[in-house]
């Protein structure tokens, strides 16, 4: 879980779990390049699993109660988080306090597309002025 190669290893089982969804030849010789993309792509999302995967094995945290129960949510809405969400030709900024979905954005290097409220805030201000 504190593997450097953590991300590499969740994308290699999202795409191996896709090929077989897909129903696609298992001898891909695009496999490990496909495996590149997904970690590179989906930076956010595995570091925000990383933690709370931390949260529950090193706390001890019961996922089951109410208070966890929007890390499903959570994990779903980071999966949009990246340089590929765009409106416009824009990119699409998250606005969220949640400190571990901000922790995985910077941990992905994409804390400029999650926002603190505070943050946002203070951006809107400056644009404004």
């Known amino acids: 879980m504190n ?5 590499r290893e969740m994308a290699e089982a999202n795409v191996r779990k896709a090929q077989m969804l897909l129903r696609l030849e298992q001898n891909d010789p ?5 495996i590149d993309l997904v970690a590179s792509t989906f930076r956010a999302p595995f570091e925000l699993y990383r933690a709370a995967l931390r949260h ?14 929007n890390w499903i949510w959570d994990l779903h809405i980071a999966f949009s988080v990246g340089d590929f969400t765009v409106f416009g030709n ?3 900024k998250f606005v ?4 571990m979905i901000l922790d995985a954005a910077s941990t992905a290097n ?3 597309l999650v926002r603190s409220f505070e943050q946002y805030s203070d951006e809107l201000r400056a644009s404004a002025g």
Do not use: C
Request: net charge positive; hydrophobic share 40%.
């Open 3 to 7: 593997s450097a190669v953590f991300v």
């Open 96 to 99: 969220t306090n949640d400190k």
């Open 110 to 112: 994409l804390e400029q």
């Open 30 to 34: 695009y496999f490990t390049n496909r």
């Open 56 to 69: 529950v094995v090193l706390n001890g945290v019961d996922v089951a109660k109410t208070k966890y129960r």
């Open 90 to 92: 824009r990119p699409v």
